[in-house]
């Protein structure tokens, strides 16, 4: 079975870190493009980072120069480092997998809050 599964949420206070792994199984990992999305209490899901399989990056613009997406295809692991956090950063972070411009594969997503 193909499985995401996030780590690393937390609380944190405004201006500090954290950093949101997410461990893939049951897929070619190296085959596919990762991707974190985000949802706020009565807020539609936001796209939030991309990484394709060859390792180009992009970013919604509330977070480029703050967030970082990587991957590892050794270890089928990806990363969000969250630095200089908002308190509009607080969602449910999802991490997810797909192929051209689908998204197939969800994680349960891990919660972040941030305070002022």
């Known amino acids: 079975q193909v499985q995401l599964v996030e780590s690393g949420g937390g609380l944190v206070q405004a201006g500090g870190s954290l950093r949101l792994s997410c461990a893939a199984s049951?897929?070619?990992?190296?085959?596919?493009?990762m991707g974190w999305d985000r949802q706020a209490p009565g807020k539609q899901r936001e796209w939030v980072a991309g990484?394709?399989?060859?390792?180009?990056?992009n970013y919604t613009d509330s977070v480029k120069g703050r967030f970082t997406i990587s991957r590892d295809n050794a270890k089928k692991m990806v990363y969000l480092q969250m630095n200089s956090l908002k308190p509009e950063d607080t969602a449910v972070y999802f991490c997810?997998?797909?192929?051209?411009?689908?998204?197939?594969?969800w994680g349960q997503g891990t919660q972040v809050t941030v305070s002022s």
């Open positions: 990484i394709t399989s060859g390792g180009n990056t």
């Open positions: 049951g897929i070619i990992f190296s085959a596919y493009t």
């Open positions: 997810n997998a797909g192929i051209f411009s689908r998204k197939i594969y």
